[in-house]
């Protein structure tokens, strides 16, 4: 059982958008930053999102970032069948003292 | 670059000792993670170091058992893994922690398996 709830799957056809939720408490995306992960199989994670919103150089704008209160959202327009992968909301958790991760969102793009 | 090694198979109770080479950057800048990843499942953060290796933190299923360690003066991190268990098999990667963890760089990842 993940600290940070994401949704297992979802999908959506090329060209269109979609988003993916990642829901926290106060003692981790509430009073942390947020940052998301794209892992494709058989490969690292890649840092997509940074500080809630910010995209590190060479990510698309395809990509965004947001946050409200001890929630975030990974948006993705677009979309490409390269997108294909499984991504992941992380922060700090200051009430365990650690870094807490989502349980992933696999996304598929029809 | 972060290139890790030392993984590989070991007997439940053993011990391993992971090791990261960082390259194109100073380690000793930053603070650096080890990050999990156990077969077809998530992510999951096991410990940090601070730049100067002056402070330390772990994720409490491995407290206790585990010892994060850093060479500025080689620009390695290290993760002595000791008492180990069949929970810990899993692919480990080494990362940078650029921003309030927030990881731009990461390894290739170190295959570790723990069984009898």
């Known amino acids: 059982q993940s600290v940070l709830t994401q949704p297992p799957s979802v999908s959506a056809a090329p060209g269109q958008k979609v988003t993916i939720s990642c829901s926290g408490s106060?003692?981790?995306?509430?009073?942390?930053?947020v940052s998301w992960y794209q892992q494709l199989p058989g490969t690292a994670p890649k840092l997509l999102i940074y500080?809630?919103?910010k995209r590190p150089s060479g990510i698309p704008d395809r990509f965004s970032g947001s946050k409200s209160g001890t929630s975030a959202t990974l948006g993705i327009t677009g979309l490409q069948t390269g997108d294909e992968a499984n991504y992941y909301c992380?922060?700090?958790?200051?009430?365990?003292?650690?870094?807490?991760f989502g349980g992933g969102t696999k996304l598929t793009v029809l | 670059q972060l290139v890790e090694s030392g993984g590989g198979l070991v007997q439940p109770g053993g011990s391993l000792r992971l090791s990261c080479v960082g390259s194109?950057?100073?380690?000793?800048?930053?603070?650096m993670l080890w990050v999990r990843q156990a077969p077809a499942k998530g992510l999951e953060w096991v410990s940090r170091?601070?730049?100067?290796?002056?402070?330390?933190g772990y994720a409490d299923s491995v407290k206790g058992r585990f010892t994060i360690s850093r060479d500025n003066a080689k620009n390695t991190l290290y993760l002595q893994m000791s008492s180990l268990r069949v929970e810990d098999t899993a692919v480990y990667y080494c990362?940078?922690?650029?921003?309030?963890?927030?990881?731009?760089?990461w390894g290739q990842g170190t295959t570790v398996t723990v069984s009898s």
């Open positions: 990362t940078r922690d650029f921003y309030y963890f927030a990881m731009d760089v």
């Open positions: 194109g950057f100073t380690l000793s800048n930053y603070w």
């Open positions: 170091i601070r730049g100067d290796g002056s402070a330390t």
């Open positions: 106060s003692s981790n995306i509430g009073n942390n930053y």
């Open positions: 500080d809630n919103n």
């Open positions: 992380g922060t700090w958790d200051s009430g365990l003292s650690g870094g807490v």
